[in-house]
C-alpha cells in the first residue's frame, strides 16, 4: 500500500539550532516529492519539490530536502531554524500516474526564542 | 494573483444532512482536487476533477461526490453525514493539461463540525 511516514510528530527547537525531519514512504513507482508547510492561521504552502535529477533541493527561507532513492526517504533540513519556522510540516508523495497526493501525519515543529 | 478559494469557511450540521462546499481555483490552474484532513493528521486524498469529469478517486464512500464546472471552479457534496465526516476540507488546485505531478495549491479550507 502506498503510504507516507514522518519519523516525529512535536518537535521542538530552539532559535539557531539545526533541524532535520525525517520522511519515508512507500510506492512501487516513480515519485514526485514534496514538502509543504502550514504555518499557524494559514493554509498548507509549498516549501520544496523534487521531480528528478539533482536529489538535493532547496526550497523557500533556506529549507532544503535530500531524496535518497535506496532508503525511500525525502528528508527536511535546516541549518539553523528561527522562530518564525513555528508551523506544521507535511510530506507527500506524488505517483508520477496519478494525481492522488500522499501525505504524511505531520510534525509540529516549535521553535523556542 | 487570486489564490485557491474556499467557501463557506465554517460549516455546522448535523447528522443524516446534505452539504455542498465549494471552491475555485487558482487562476489559469483546471484542476482540482479535494482532500479530507481530520484533526491530528495529514490531508487524504478523496477525489479529482480535469475537464469537468472525476479523474481519479481515493477510499471515500460514495456519499462524497463532486463536480467541475466550466469555469474549473468545483463542488464537494457529501450526503448523509455522519459524526466520522467532521473534519477540515480541503481543496487544491493544479495545472492537469501537463499531466499529473504538478504540484497543488491549497486553499485554506472549510471547516465542517457534525452534531
Known amino acids: 500500500a502506498q503510504s507516507v511516514s514522518q519519523h516525529n510528530h512535536h518537535v521542538i527547537l530552539s532559535e539557531a539550532a539545526s533541524l532535520e525531519l525525517g520522511c519515508n514512504y512507500s510506492?512501487?513507482?516513480?515519485?514526485?516529492l514534496f514538502w509543504y508547510v502550514q504555518y499557524p492561521g494559514q493554509h498548507l504552502q509549498l516549501l520544496l519539490k523534487?521531480?528528478?535529477?539533482?536529489?538535493l533541493v532547496k526550497g523557500i527561507k533556506g529549507f532544503e530536502a535530500e531524496f535518497i532513492k535506496s532508503k525511500f526517504s525525502f528528508n527536511l533540513r535546516k541549518p539553523s531554524v528561527q522562530w518564525s519556522d513555528t508551523a506544521e510540516y507535511f510530506c507527500a508523495v506524488l505517483g508520477s500516474n496519478t494525481g492522488k497526493l500522499i501525505f504524511g501525519q505531520g510534525t509540529t515543529l516549535q521553535v523556542k526564542p | 494573483d487570486a489564490g485557491v478559494t474556499q467557501s463557506p469557511t465554517h460549516l455546522i450540521k448535523t447528522r443524516g444532512q446534505q452539504v455542498t462546499l465549494r471552491c475555485s481555483p487558482k487562476s489559469g490552474h483546471d484542476t482540482v482536487s479535494w482532500y479530507q484532513q481530520a484533526l491530528g493528521q495529514g490531508p487524504q486524498f478523496i477525489f479529482q476533477y480535469y475537464e469537468e469529469e472525476e479523474r481519479q478517486r481515493g477510499n471515500f464512500p460514495d456519499r462524497f461526490s463532486g463536480h467541475q464546472f466550466p469555469n474549473y471552479s468545483s463542488e464537494l457534496n457529501v450526503n448523509a453525514l455522519l459524526l466520522g465526516d467532521s473534519a477540515l476540507y480541503l481543496c487544491?488546485?493544479?495545472?492537469?493539461?501537463?499531466?499529473?505531478?504538478?504540484?497543488?495549491?491549497f486553499g485554506d479550507g472549510t471547516r465542517l463540525s457534525i452534531l
Open positions: 487544491a488546485s493544479s495545472l492537469g493539461g501537463q499531466g499529473y505531478g504538478q504540484p497543488q495549491h
Open positions: 523534487y521531480f528528478s535529477g539533482d536529489p
Open positions: 510506492y512501487g513507482g516513480t515519485v514526485n
